[in-house]
């Protein structure tokens, strides 16, 4: 049996393909700027994952989601009158 050995294996190149051609993602460096360890914070986001997702699959969700983005587009539009006027 050929197993290549991975201890001398040069990493990959930045924007790398692997043996498929699909590129592979870097992993995000976290920055958890908070007393409460990562591991506590990742478990707490996955026990409220699929109810967020649920949530804004709903109907109630995508109205709220839009309500929210009205919200948003008039704020922004009167920052952007006081900044003219300024």
């Not at 050995?5 to 995000?28: L, T, W």
């Not at 707490?44 to 109630?60: G, K, T, Y």
């Not at 983005?69 to 300024?86: C, F, G, P, S, V």
Request: charged residues 35%.
């Amino acid at each position: 049996m050929n197993v290549p050995n991975v201890k001398n294996a040069a990493p990959p190149r930045r924007g790398a393909s692997d043996e498929d051609g699909e590129r592979m993602a870097r992993k995000k460096k976290i920055v958890n700027n908070t007393p409460y360890p990562q591991h506590a914070i990742d478990a707490v986001a996955r026990c409220l994952w699929p109810d967020i997702v649920a949530f804004f699959e709903s109907e109630e969700g995508q109205k709220e989601f839009e309500a929210w983005k009205r919200q948003q587009d008039k704020e922004n539009m009167e920052q952007e009158n006081q900044l003219k006027a300024a």
